[in-house]
């Protein structure tokens, strides 16, 4: 599906152990199409890694994966500095806040 000129979306501040992460989620008549999540600077490791990561969930979006599937890839995900229940890995946070959010539309 070729994405529309505008789209409506929130932005959510996400705490995790490598900082603060920024996701922004993108809807088109209220579907999830794409998200954007943010770390860092550009161009260290976390910010690309995480960069690409939203665009492979917007792209796996914009093909027709059911957005229950992506958020049960990405839960359950952990890193050595997620080891307290308090603090989740970035992976499993954008699994988590898309949960949320097809959960109150």
Avoid: Q, W
């Avoid at 000129?5 to 922004?24: A, D, H, Q, R, S």
């Avoid at 957005?67 to 359950?76: A, F, S």
């Amino acid at each position: 599906m070729p994405r529309p000129e505008l789209l409506e979306g929130i932005t959510e501040k996400v705490i995790t152990p490598c900082g603060n992460f920024y996701l922004t989620i993108n809807y088109n008549n209220k579907e999830i199409v794409e998200i954007f999540a943010r770390i860092g600077k550009g161009g260290n490791c976390g910010y690309v890694m995480l960069n690409a990561l939203s665009r492979v969930c917007s792209l796996a979006l914009r093909e027709g994966v059911k957005i229950e599937k992506i958020i049960e890839t990405l839960k359950g995900l952990r890193c050595s500095g997620a080891d307290n229940k308090d603090f989740h890995c970035c992976p499993h946070s954008i699994g988590m806040v898309l949960e949320e959010h097809i959960n109150n539309k």
